[in-house]
């Protein structure tokens, strides 16, 4: 791996080592970004950031470049004989996607998904569910969500848990089946990530010792 300038969100979603690192899949790639963390610390918000981002745009998805590539192999086999203008213009066309696929991805982000999340320091817990190692519990919340807890994990509800909103604190691994609710978003807080839903079912893992975490 190659030392590199990294200026912004982009920069970061953009390089496969960085996108290997997010979804915990290369040990050397989250070895080096962990370094990396190290070594730059003024950049750690604009990579927690990115890392977000990514869980976001892709969950449990192939990575972008595994889709882009898998695109373009269906391109050649549509078309054996490309001519060096249409190489180029789908390189051009690679290119403005990947480009297109971000900066639709990052309106997103930062009009909805961040503006629904309120800061956690404003949380505080007023009932908590919990399992042991080895055991798996299901829980009924007070607004009709159903989480089921994975061995060693808790669930916080705030304080305010149902007024307003609808703010859990997760550590460990849950799996939700949220009670839907436009008026009140569920939002789960995890260890390197937020969640902020209506109502759908997901699993979220995050336990403290993990190098990632992974929300699908």
Same mark, same amino acid.
């Given at each position: 791996?190659?030392?590199?300038?990294? @200026?912004?969100?982009?920069?970061?979603?953009?390089?496969?080592?960085?996108?290997?690192?997010?979804?915990?899949? &290369?040990?050397?790639?989250?070895?080096?970004?962990?370094?990396?963390?190290? &070594?730059? %610390?003024?950049?750690?918000?604009?990579?927690?950031?990115?890392?977000?981002?990514?869980?976001?745009?892709?969950?449990?998805?192939?990575?972008? @470049?595994?889709?882009?590539?898998?695109?373009?192999?269906?391109?050649?086999?549509?078309? @054996?004989?490309?001519?060096?203008?249409?190489?180029?213009?789908?390189?051009?066309?690679?290119?403005?996607?990947?480009?297109?696929?971000?900066?639709?991805?990052?309106?997103?982000?930062?009009?909805?998904?961040?503006?629904?999340?309120? %800061?956690?320091?404003?949380?505080?817990?007023?009932?908590?569910? !919990?399992?042991?190692?080895?055991?798996?519990?299901?829980?009924?919340?007070?607004?009709?969500?159903?989480?089921?807890? @994975?061995?060693?994990?808790?669930? !916080?509800?705030?304080?305010?848990?149902?007024?307003?909103?609808?703010?859990?604190?997760?550590?460990?691994?849950?799996?939700? !089946?949220?009670?839907?609710?436009? !008026?009140?978003?569920?939002?789960?807080?995890? &260890?390197?990530?937020?969640?902020?839903?209506?109502?759908?079912?997901?699993?979220?893992?995050?336990?403290?010792?993990?190098?990632?975490?992974?929300?699908?």
């Amino acid at each position: 791996m190659s030392q590199k300038d990294y @200026n912004n969100i982009e920069d970061f979603l953009i390089d496969d080592t960085f996108q290997k690192y997010c979804s915990g899949e &290369n040990k050397s790639c989250i070895q080096y970004w962990e370094q990396y963390i190290v &070594n730059h %610390p003024e950049q750690l918000e604009t990579i927690q950031h990115a890392k977000r981002l990514y869980q976001v745009l892709v969950g449990n998805k192939p990575a972008v @470049n595994e889709r882009l590539e898998h695109m373009k192999a269906r391109l050649k086999e549509e078309k @054996n004989e490309l001519s060096i203008f249409s190489w180029h213009l789908s390189h051009l066309f690679r290119i403005a996607a990947v480009l297109a696929l971000f900066g639709f991805a990052y309106f997103w982000y930062t009009q909805f998904y961040s503006k629904r999340i309120e %800061p956690l320091d404003q949380f505080v817990a007023a009932q908590i569910f !919990e399992t042991k190692k080895g055991e798996k519990k299901t829980f009924d919340l007070p607004d009709g969500t159903t989480i089921t807890l @994975n061995s060693d994990s808790k669930l !916080e509800l705030d304080k305010d848990f149902n007024d307003h909103a609808r703010h859990v604190y997760l550590t460990g691994e849950g799996f939700f !089946e949220v009670k839907k609710d436009k !008026e009140k978003p569920f939002v789960v807080y995890a &260890n390197d990530f937020d969640i902020s839903v209506l109502g759908t079912t997901f699993n979220v893992k995050s336990y403290p010792n993990d190098g990632t975490s992974e929300a699908f």
